[in-house]
């Protein structure tokens, strides 16, 4: 215990560190060690690890290398570990890890999940609220379906508002649009403001250039002419920047696209 002159105190306890498995500092060996460790102990338990992260574009560039030393050497072992890894985010996600190591575009099996399709989009309306003994209007299911585009935020959040803004047990068209205004403030806040706000003027001058494709991916050689520049090598730097912040992504070779749908609507509004 420690009592400084003014009456403050303060408590700690000091032991000597024991040195063990996973603890010389560096985060690639330290990982590795760990989950051999672990995944030892499944294997003695006939059991596997699963280690699920989501969001994983947020990670800084050296954690991810190290992810990826880590699991790569695992999986060079003559009898690997029993320890699966999934690793999910946007879009852009891959080229994120290959900017850790190079490598990266061979470790991983990617899946793209994308947007879901109008069956499944209306199957997630319909259940939860025939569950609570409510009934949609043909016209405001329809509404309701392409409101959200098959973008399960939205299906989960538009549902919300809309539930909360019905009148009767059966969901009108009025209910709908009530709902989905209510839920678009939401998201601009919890989706895109962000994402807006933490990019550079000349960022969002890119991305507005892109808003102007309404959603389709937008060709750089027409950013250029849109940004009044004479190359793409002029907003390379905004593109790789914009890439490495998860807003954007590259669905093919020479054209970019918005990682979150609806950004385009966003940045057209601000704009107004």
Not at 29 to 54: H, M, P, S, Y
Not at 147 to 154: E, K, L, Q, R, V
Not at 219 to 248: F, P
Request: hydrophobic residues 40%; aromatic residues 6%.
């Amino acid at each position: 215990m420690r009592v400084d002159p003014t009456g403050a105190y303060s408590f700690g306890v000091t032991v000597e560190p024991q040195l063990g498995v996973a603890d010389s500092g560096d985060l690639a060996t330290d990982l590795q060690e760990l989950l051999e460790r672990i995944g030892l102990a499944a294997r003695e338990e006939n059991t596997v690890l699963l280690l699920a992260v989501d969001e994983l574009q947020e990670a800084t560039a050296p954690d991810l290398a190290s992810l990826n030393m880590a699991l790569h050497n695992l999986g060079q072992s003559i009898s690997p570990v029993p320890v699966l890894f999934v690793g999910a985010g946007l879009p852009s996600l891959p080229a994120v890890l290959a900017d850790a190591t190079s490598y990266a575009e061979r470790l991983y099996d990617y899946r793209r999940i994308g947007l879901l399709d109008e069956t499944a989009t209306t199957t997630a309306l319909v259940v939860p609220v025939q569950s609570n003994g409510a009934e949609w209007s043909e016209g405001a299911l329809n509404e309701a379906v392409d409101a959200t585009g098959g973008y399960p935020y939205f299906i989960q959040a538009y549902g919300s508002y809309i539930w909360a803004a019905r009148a009767t047990n059966l969901i009108s068209l009025d209910d709908v649009e009530i709902g989905v205004e209510s839920a678009r403030a939401e998201v601009d806040r919890g989706l895109y403001q962000s994402r807006w706000e933490r990019s550079s003027p000349t960022q969002q001058a890119f991305m507005a250039a892109m808003a102007l494709d309404a959603g389709d991916p937008s060709a750089m050689s027409e950013l250029v002419v849109r940004l009044g520049k004479k190359s793409t090598t002029d907003i390379s730097v905004n593109r790789r920047d914009l890439i490495r912040s998860g807003l954007i992504y590259m669905p093919q070779r020479g054209s970019v696209a918005f990682t979150v749908p609806g950004m385009h609507d966003f940045i057209t509004r601000q704009e107004a």
